[in-house]
């Protein structure tokens, strides 16, 4: 598999200079809304320390409560299904639907029936495969993965999406006003949830005591998507499952005001037994989850709830833009997920942050994501995965770092030199922290020059 | 092996050490005023609230919020309608309902939310297919936070149920927040105590 350049990518979407300033705010005042809300529960620290010790529960007591639930699911009328992996779980739903003669399907949004690439499995087996969330109805439009997990559209404007549905439902091209744009989109979904012969969700979490599959939409679209069509499909993560409804207290708590800073989604769904004369599938999957569980740096990525958090607060996803981590899940937890499924395609990832912390700062599940991008980048540089530049400035840098002298020599030579070198210099194809911005200007003195300088002198 | 099995034994060969289950409080000490929690949770959720007076008939009630409403369907014997849910066999049939009328069988104050099950849904596309939504609810029915809401039964038994916070609502287009994304355009709670038995 390719490896991603995740710099080279980005420049495309910086290039798209409105695309990439309102991302930034946008995303940036989710994260205020974030805060504010934090602010308003006083038990907001106990209800992360709550989560992240109950979910470290649910993990290392994975195998016992999958079988719980897979017990009570079936007690309540469900039919449970396991899946190795994305090939597995798309020949499962594929058979599914085949045998009911399934020619529609409505989904609502599902991270990981993206991860499988289930559309296109669908697709070629003659289903027609509807994306019910706006967003992710927007990229299924235009042919586009998610660029964001919870907004799966953020990096497109108002002409971008007007443009897409001109050209796929025939809205008017020069009305790009969101409203009309919705309005549009219910007008052309309205059918296929009243004829479709089967729904789809994914799950945000599933409770083991009592066979419930949760989840959390603010249109309504999974609802619609699982009460209209006589059969309902759930594909969920092994790690989703959590122990009690008293534990779900604690995440529906924090997963809407981590998002999006509203105190809860305006759905929180929770389907038990399927409807009277309907049918309820849920397929469990791993897909790389029980061998990511092993890893002892890593394991604890498993915690996440997918509310974004950590890709709003993030300087470089919010000037970078989704897309250009090339995976379904970008930007800080993405950077961490990705390389358990192809460590060579994902080994630039860890490069893409500034190890700032404020992704571990906001997560509410308190995954030390800063500390296992740092991590990662350690097993890229064992794995003689570095990228040739880097590997050069690396030996260069250990050189310099270990003898002392010739740190300072250098140092002081270069400072000099960047006051007066000219820009056509300065700012080449070499020189990465010149690319998209100014070099920082240098100080008057070295650190050292200052403590020679000040420190006191003997007597 | 099959799958399962394969999952379920490479996850206990994979298991970290065991950490302990917490207790979760229920973190009630200083919870705000119910009714007034709920109704501004409910508000900023895009949700609308009507207290009529008590002698009020719910039916010329309706009638004044939507003029224009064409079809009526209601899952609460307090209201009539005009679209008797009982003839419904199938949930699509429910398309052209202008408002749905049903009653929460509880509601959460700290989020603002209505809980609703198959049991006051009648047909549970009724939430999602009308397009505006009027919710009755009895003051005395309001509880505190989430943690309460979960220590309902009403999780344990209902087949479904949702906790509604406000209409369908979506800000995927710039972040611009638009009601009546693919569910209801609206939702109104209308203080209605619960008839005696």
């Excluded at chain 1, 910086?14 to 930034?24: L, M, P, S, V």
């Excluded at chain 1, 979904?189 to 005591?209: K, S």
């Amino acid at each position: 598999m390719k490896r991603i350049d995740h710099a080279e990518a980005a420049s495309h979407f910086i290039a798209a200079k409105d695309n990439e300033a309102f991302h930034d705010k946008r995303l940036w005042d989710l994260r205020q809304k974030r805060d504010r809300i934090r602010d308003e529960i006083p038990e907001w620290q106990a209800l992360r320390d709550l989560a992240s010790v109950i979910k470290e529960h649910a993990l290392s007591h994975l195998a016992g409560y999958l079988e719980q639930f897979e017990t009570q699911a079936k007690l309540n009328g469900a039919q449970v299904h396991w899946a190795l992996d994305a090939a597995d779980h798309n020949h499962i739903v594929g058979e599914i639907l085949a045998a009911r003669g399934v020619k529609t399907l409505v989904k609502s949004k599902s991270m990981l029936t993206d991860e499988c690439e289930l559309r296109p499995h669908l697709e070629r087996r003659g289903i027609t495969v509807v994306e019910t969330d706006l967003g992710e109805r927007i990229q299924q439009l235009d042919d586009e993965p998610p660029s964001h997990i919870v907004v799966p559209a953020v990096h497109k404007l108002r002409g971008d999406v007007a443009e897409v549905f001109a050209d796929t439902i025939g809205t008017d091209r020069k009305n790009d006003d969101p409203h009309y744009l919705s309005e549009q989109a219910r007008l052309n979904l309205r059918p296929y949830f009243l004829d479709a012969e089967a729904g789809m969700t994914g799950a945000n979490f599933i409770v083991a005591e009592t066979g419930s599959v949760v989840v959390c939409t603010n249109e309504g679209n999974a609802d619609l998507s699982a009460n209209l069509p006589p059969l309902h499909i759930v594909s969920v993560g092994i790690e989703k499952v959590i122990p009690r409804l008293a534990d779900l207290a604690v995440f529906i708590r924090m997963l809407s005001r981590s998002a999006l800073g509203s105190p809860i989604t305006q759905y929180t769904s929770h389907f038990r037994q399927p409807r009277p004369g309907s049918e309820m599938h849920i397929i469990l999957v791993d897909n790389g989850r029980s061998e990511r569980l092993g890893l002892a740096d890593f394991w604890t990525s498993l915690k996440c709830i997918r509310c974004g958090a950590c890709m709003n607060t993030c300087p470089v996803y919010r000037r970078s833009g989704g897309l250009s981590y090339g995976a379904i899940y970008s930007g800080p937890i993405g950077i961490i997920l990705n390389p358990t499924q192809d460590l060579r395609k994902y080994s630039n990832l860890p490069y893409a942050s500034t190890l700032n912390g404020s992704c571990t700062n906001v997560c509410p599940v308190k995954i030390n994501i800063h500390e296992q991008i740092y991590k990662w980048r350690r097993v890229m540089s064992e794995h003689d995965q570095l990228p040739f530049a880097k590997k050069t400035a690396m030996k260069i840098a250990s050189r310099l770092l270990s003898d002392p002298k010739a740190y300072r020599r250098t140092i002081a030579a270069t400072d000099a030199a960047l006051e007066y070198l000219p820009r056509f210099l300065l700012y080449t194809r070499f020189n990465a922290w010149g690319k998209q911005r100014e070099n920082p200007a240098t100080p008057d003195q070295t650190f050292y020059g200052w403590y020679l300088k000040h420190r006191s002198k003997p007597k | 092996m099959n799958a399962r099995d394969t999952i379920l034994d490479t996850v206990r060969r994979n298991q970290p050490a065991a950490v302990e289950l917490p207790v979760v409080p229920m973190f009630d000490a200083d919870l705000p005023a119910l009714w007034p929690q709920f109704i501004a949770g409910l508000e900023r959720m895009g949700g609308k609230f009507v207290e009529p007076a008590p002698s009020a008939d719910l039916n010329a009630l309706l009638a004044t919020l939507f003029p224009q409403a064409a079809v009526i369907c209601s899952a609460t014997p307090e209201v009539s309608g005009n679209r008797p849910l009982s003839a419904v066999s199938e949930p699509k049939q429910l398309d052209d309902v202008d408002v749905g009328v049903l009653r929460a069988a509880f509601a959460v104050a700290e989020t603002g939310s209505l809980f609703l099950s198959e049991i006051e849904l009648g047909v549970n596309a009724i939430a999602y297919l009308s397009q505006h939504l009027i919710c009755l609810l009895d003051p005395a029915d309001v509880i505190g936070n989430l943690h309460h809401a979960y220590a309902r039964p009403e999780f344990r038994s209902a087949r479904y149920a949702v906790l509604m916070t406000g209409p369908s609502a979506t800000a995927d287009i710039e972040g611009v927040l638009i009601h009546g994304a693919q569910g209801v355009r609206s939702l109104t709670v209308v203080v209605a105590p619960r008839l005696p038995n």
